[in-house]
Nanobody, 124 residues
Framework: QAQLVESGGGLVQAGGSLRVSCAPSGRTFSRAKMAWFRQAPGKEREFVAAITWTTGTTYYADSVKGRFTISRDNAENTLYLQMNSLKPEDTAVYYC?????????????????WGQGTQVTVSS
């Protein structure tokens, strides 16, 4: 069973930075795209950023554009999300997702594999 494992979450003050990582464990699988989503308490899971695995083309939600950077390391088979200028409203559980399809970049329905999530808390 293919799995994704996130790491790197934690507590940070507003204006600070944090980097979260995601890597597959168990059975390896090909992927066309990977993404980060987040879910705050009482809210729906929302798109944060996505990247096409072969070309490295990136996509961002307007709320994080200019502050967050998604990247991947093909050799390490790892996905990253660098988060700068963090705000209290960025507080959420951050989920890594992957898909063998290249469509529906910002929709949860476009992803087949999900991690368990890592908590990011930004204090004011």
């Amino acid at each position: 069973q293919a799995q994704l494992v996130e790491s790197g979450g934690g507590l940070v003050q507003a204006g600070g930075s944090l980097r979260v990582s995601c890597a597959p464990s168990g059975r390896t699988f090909s992927r066309a795209k990977m993404a980060w989503f987040r879910q705050a308490p009482g809210k729906e899971r929302e798109f944060v950023a996505a990247i096409t695995w072969t070309t490295g083309t990136t996509y961002y939600a307007d709320s994080v554009k200019g502050r967050f950077t998604i990247s991947r390391d093909n050799a390490e088979n790892t996905l990253y999300l660098q988060m700068n200028s963090l705000k209290p409203e960025d507080t959420a559980v951050y989920y890594c997702a992957a898909s063998q399809s290249s469509i529906y970049m910002s929709w949860t329905r476009g992803y087949d594999y999900w991690g368990q999530g890592t908590q990011v808390t930004v204090s004011s």
